[in-house]
């Protein structure tokens, strides 16, 4: 038996397009999606992600950054609408810590075994990480230390990768963040690969010639080094032949032999649909 994956909306973020990807056609401020996993597999259940804790809490970051929610988008809502209550889950993964992605873990109980990179949890208490990493978020990351089977912390730099459950395996990512992963998920169709925010926009980082041969763009927001965040993305679509890729602000699609397939975003299994790259320029002026 294998995992299903249902996506989980989380409502949307507003930011400075420069603080997404470079050289992204037009100025401005852009709206992506936030988005999280629900993988079920019989009575297992496992979250990738928890979004934001509360769409004020984006202002933290500057440059224009606001969150946008709609009550259906909380994430106890978004699993009632799959039947199910925070204690039912198993897990939670954290492709990492930052302000979009760890700030519902709170809902879930002790007794839901957190699952992050060591490292991330380092780093975002490192000082060197700013307001990416809300006090309030890693705070309660820091009080599941201190209770039996409700934290696990994984060594992703110094291993090949570990396994959560049969079918579900994390591996390091190597880029965005120091303690960045990859979760890796076996289902009907063939591997989904969650990659967070190495890959902000698929049209602009993965379907946009440069000037090099075959070669892959980046985000703007990484804080190792850009060679390494190179080799990161270069690893990640070498992952498998083929596979779904899911980032979190944008919409999956299918990798073959290190390239997006055209038309195959249809298909993909939990996708919420729509076009290829929902970073949508929202025409607001530079600011001056
Ligand atoms: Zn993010």
Same mark, same amino acid.
Do not use: C
């Given at each position: 038996m294998t995992w299903t994956v249902h996506t989980l909306d989380l409502g949307e973020v507003e930011l400075n397009q420069r603080?997404?990807?470079?050289? #992204?056609? #037009?100025?401005?401020?852009?709206?992506?999606? %936030?988005? @999280?996993?629900? *993988?079920?597999? #019989?009575?297992?259940?496992?979250?990738v992600d928890t979004g934001f804790r509360n769409p004020? +809490?984006?202002?933290?970051?500057?440059?224009?950054?606001? #969150?946008?929610?709609q009550p259906h988008q909380r994430l106890i809502e978004q699993l009632k609408i799959h039947g199910v209550e925070p204690q039912d889950v198993n897990y939670v993964l954290h492709t990492h810590l930052h302000i979009d992605h760890a700030g519902q873990t709170d809902i879930f109980p &002790? /007794?839901?075994? %957190?699952? %992050?990179?060591?490292?991330?949890?380092?780093?975002?208490? =490192?000082?060197? /990480? @700013?307001? =990416?990493?809300?006090p309030e978020d890693i705070k309660h990351i820091i009080d599941r230390l201190h209770t039996p089977n409700a934290l696990w912390l994984l060594d992703l730099e110094s291993t090949s990768g570990e396994h959560i459950l049969p079918g579900i395996r994390c591996q390091n990512a190597g880029g965005h963040t120091e303690g960045s992963m990859l979760v890796l998920v076996d289902t009907e169709q063939g591997l989904a690969v969650f990659c967070g925010d190495l890959v902000y926009s698929v049209r602009h980082q993965l379907m946009t010639p440069t000037i090099t041969h075959n070669d892959i763009g980046l985000t703007s927001n990484y804080v190792v080094a850009r060679r390494s965040e190179k080799a990161a &993305?270069?690893?990640? &679509?070498? +992952?498998?032949?083929?596979?779904? *890729?899911?980032? /979190?602000?944008?919409?999956? %699609?299918? +990798?073959?032999? =290190?390239k997006v397939v055209e038309g195959a975003e249809k298909t993909l299994p939990g996708s919420l649909g729509g076009c290829w790259c929902r970073m949508t320029s929202m025409g607001y002026p530079e600011e001056a």
């Open positions: 603080r997404i990807v470079p050289n #992204g056609e #037009g100025l401005g401020v852009v709206r992506v999606p %936030v988005q @999280g996993w629900l *993988l079920t597999k #019989g009575e297992h259940k496992v979250v004020d +809490i984006l202002k933290r970051i500057g440059d224009r950054a606001k #969150g946008i929610e &002790m /007794s839901t075994t %957190v699952v %992050v990179n060591r490292r991330e949890l380092e780093y975002a208490v =490192s000082g060197l /990480s @700013g307001p =990416s990493y809300p &993305m270069k690893r990640l &679509m070498q +992952i498998a032949p083929k596979f779904f *890729l899911y980032p /979190s602000h944008d919409w999956p %699609v299918t +990798i073959e032999y =290190s």
